[in-house]
């Protein structure tokens, strides 16, 4: 049973065009979610946050939005770089659990193309 | 700071076989986890550590055994390698509940044949 999910395997865009990574979730008790942004052959890297009391998280070139009544969070890259082509994680945590364990989604590869 | 650290970077091993890897950090986070990334199927709890001499099982546990006699360092076993268990291994450790400060070492590729 997968909690949360990404249905895109992969996503393609254009370099200075935007990019939109998309994430689903289950469990009503997540409270906290997380994008994690991985190269090959190293290990997952955090990139932004968002609680669930927000609906709207930005950092630089990177905004995340929450709406929790869809259980569905997205990521979006503007304007997207070559730099930027790596696998992205969701993530999401419930702080109620005290243990900081995060429940991964299944990845999205982008690749952004000169 | 080196931060998380895992030994070895890669292994193969025979089906029966037995192995352990050791995660190492050095920024005196309580919190540490060991998780598997297999192709779609993204990275998935196998065991975790709210401190030292504490261990408890993640999502996909059975097959593996850990311990954290040290503080710094979290341990996964295999004490019988099956093919299944064929991923990349991914420690990560933070300073408590708060995931936003969960930080990953480099990750651990294990071949079993």
């Known amino acids: 049973d997968q909690q949360v999910k990404q249905n895109s395997p992969s996503l393609s865009v254009q370099e200075g065009r935007i990019s939109i990574l998309n994430c689903d979730y289950t469990?009503?008790?997540?409270?906290?979610f997380l994008w994690y942004k991985k190269y090959p052959a190293e290990g997952p890297t955090f990139l932004i946050s968002?609680?669930?009391?927000?609906d709207k998280n930005e950092d630089g070139r990177f905004t995340v939005f929450l709406n929790k009544s869809a259980k569905h969070l997205s990521l979006h890259i503007v304007p997207s770089q070559p730099g930027d082509s790596a696998v992205y994680f969701c993530a999401a945590s419930s702080y109620s659990s005290n243990t900081g364990k995060l429940i991964f989604g299944q990845g999205t590869t982008l690749q952004v193309k000169p | 700071n080196a931060g998380v650290t895992q030994t070895p970077k890669f292994r193969v091993l025979k089906t029966g076989q037995s192995m352990t890897l050791l995660c190492a950090q050095d920024?005196?986070?309580?919190?540490m986890y060991w998780y598997r990334q297999d192709p779609g199927m993204g990275l998935r709890l196998i065991h975790y550590s709210v401190g030292e001499g504490t261990t408890a099982k993640g999502e996909v546990p059975d097959g593996y055994n850990v311990s954290r006699l040290k503080k710094q360092n979290f341990l996964l076993g295999l004490e019988s390698a099956a093919p299944s268990q064929t991923s990349v291994y991914f420690c990560?450790?933070?300073?408590?509940?708060?995931?936003?400060?969960?930080?990953f070492g480099p990750g651990t590729r294990l071949t079993v044949l």
């Open positions: 990560a450790s933070s300073l408590g509940v708060w995931v936003d400060t969960q930080y």
């Open positions: 469990n009503s008790m997540f409270d906290y």
């Open positions: 920024m005196n986070h309580e919190y």
């Open positions: 968002i609680s669930s009391i927000k």
